[in-house]
Each structure stands twice: as C-alpha cells, then as structure tokens.
C-alpha cells in the first residue's frame, strides 16, 4: 500500500517544500564518461536514438541507450564538451563501457571513466537560477535548459 513518507515527517516535508517554493541543491553526481575521437558523433548516433549530431557545444541531450530488442538500458544525458569530445552521464558506467566495447565496430573512438574528476550538483527550485547566478563568475542568465558552460565558482572551476 502507498505510504505518504512525508505526512509524518516535518524534516522531509520541510526539505521537499524548500525546493519547491524557494531552492534546494544535492549532491547528484553519476558515473561520467568522457568520449572522443573522429568518429565520436557517428557513433552516439549510432548507439543512441535521439540525435546527437545535432547537438552544438555547449548543449545537452536526454536520450535512452536500447538493445537489441529496443528494451531500455539506461537513460543517460549526453553532453557536447567540443567539436570531437562529450560527455555522458550514466547510472551504469560499466554496463555502458561493455555495451560500447561490443558495438564500437569500426567506429575510431575512445572513452574513459572521469567520474572521480568532477563532482555534479543540482539546484533545483523556482530561485535556483537566481542563486547560481549570484555565485557563479560568468552571467548564467541567458543558458538554456540543457546547456552547460564553464564557469568558477568562488575561484572554484565549474
């Protein structure tokens, strides 16, 4: 039976209602893989469903990985770091290295884990855009929703 974990909870419900009405942020950091080389586009297109050619730097996509069978595999947000370089987000690192291990074919790309260099954070809530904008170095006020930049934040690189 469903239980209302927050009907009883004034911390939870406390939380939840911060970022609903105001902002929250966590920790969100799932596995990273960075992938290059000349055919790199090719071969998400290939891999993925959505287009991922399409992608300008500096902008994301949500997309599914699929076997055979068209079943999901894994859910992932692909991000286009530069002309030849991108970043995936991953709940399955190791499932995705296999599953791009066995479809690379002629495909001339590379692919590392970088989960351990870069730590993700999400802000959440109607004010986080105000809040970013107020901490980070360069204006955040014109990026879109699935799009990224380089930045600092308090000198931090981010």
Known sequence: MYKNIFKYDD???????????CV???????QLLEITGPDVTAFLDYMYPNNI???????????????EQGEIIDDVVIMRKSEDCYWVSTLYATRT????YFHQGDYDVDWTEITDEHQMYAVQGPKSKEVVE???????ADLKFFAHMDTEINGIPS
């Open 53 to 67: 050619g399409s992608l300008a730097v500096g902008r994301d996509r949500y997309t599914t990985m699929l076997n």
């Open 24 to 30: 929250g942020w966590y920790f969100w950091t799932h």
């Open 134 to 140: 107020s901490l980070a170095k360069d204006s955040i």
């Open 11 to 21: 911390m939870k419900r406390s939380e939840h209602m911060a970022v609903r009405t």
């Open 97 to 100: 290295d296999d599953w791009w």
